[in-house]
């Protein structure tokens, strides 16, 4: 799937678009996904394919902080039809030597990271980032652009959510607006000048 190893951006010019607003425009049209048609997937259907196709990475960390980073990713596993090794996913994310500390223990970019391993664990066709540089410093933002570089390197459709334009502009990649209940494809330079 050529459009699964790109490294997708999309942007909001009203805010990132939440999970409803992206479940009435999926309703609106017609939606593809290596072949298939998800905008037709209903009830459990649906929620079969989130679990075992898209992974999820959210703006705030939504980590538990009583459990160990190895805990926290192994949480998901109750609902993974068949999870990738919890300890393999966390170092391939740069955190093997941070499996047993709590996430008040983690700086942010590693959090952040830890969020990225848990969406990783059933090994998903899609993950989607909701402005997952937003509460980085530039430095740790650019190690979790080259992570995600990484991913969709290795098959996996990667697309985000970010107002950040300095991203954007260095790591271009197809770009989509979403405003007023629409969706376009931007000429990203266009658009920055």
Same mark, same amino acid.
């Given at each position: 799937m050529?459009?699964?190893?790109?490294?997708?951006?999309?942007l909001?010019?009203?805010?990132?678009?939440?999970?409803?607003?992206a479940?009435?425009?999926?309703?609106?049209?017609k939606?593809?996904?290596?072949g298939?048609?998800?905008?037709?997937?209903?009830g459990?259907?649906?929620?079969?394919?989130?679990?075992?196709?898209? #992974?999820?990475?959210? %703006?705030?960390?939504n980590?538990?902080?009583? !459990?160990t980073?190895?805990?926290? @990713?192994e $949480? =998901?596993?109750?609902i993974?039809?068949?999870?990738?090794?919890?300890?393999e996913?966390?170092?391939?994310v740069?955190?093997?030597?941070r499996?047993?500390?709590f996430?008040?223990?983690?700086? #942010?970019?590693?959090? %952040?990271?830890?969020?990225?391993?848990?969406? !990783?664990?059933?090994?998903?066709? @899609?993950? $989607? =980032?909701?402005?997952?540089t937003?509460?980085?410093?530039p430095v740790?933002?650019?190690g979790?652009?080259?992570?995600?570089?990484?991913?969709?390197?290795?098959?996996?459709?990667?697309?985000?959510?970010?107002?950040n334009?300095?991203?954007?502009?260095?790591?271009p990649?197809?770009a989509?607006?979403?405003?007023?209940?629409?969706?376009?494809?931007?000429?990203?330079?266009?658009e920055l000048?």
């Amino acid at each position: 799937m050529e459009e699964a190893i790109r490294l997708n951006k999309y942007l909001s010019d009203a805010g990132v678009c939440s999970r409803r607003e992206a479940d009435r425009l999926i309703e609106a049209g017609k939606v593809l996904v290596d072949g298939a048609e998800i905008s037709k997937y209903r009830g459990k259907k649906l929620i079969q394919y989130r679990r075992e196709d898209i #992974g999820f990475v959210f %703006q705030f960390y939504n980590l538990m902080q009583n !459990l160990t980073a190895l805990e926290n @990713v192994e $949480l =998901a596993m109750q609902i993974c039809k068949h999870p990738l090794d919890a300890s393999e996913v966390l170092a391939e994310v740069g955190l093997e030597e941070r499996m047993n500390n709590f996430p008040a223990q983690l700086s #942010g970019g590693e959090q %952040q990271r830890l969020v990225i391993a848990r969406a !990783l664990l059933n090994d998903p066709q @899609v993950l $989607l =980032a909701d402005e997952p540089t937003g509460n980085l410093d530039p430095v740790t933002a650019d190690g979790i652009m080259q992570l995600f570089q990484k991913i969709a390197s290795q098959g996996c459709a990667v697309v985000m959510s970010t107002h950040n334009t300095a991203l954007i502009e260095n790591y271009p990649a197809r770009a989509v607006l979403f405003s007023k209940g629409k969706i376009r494809e931007v000429d990203l330079k266009a658009e920055l000048a």
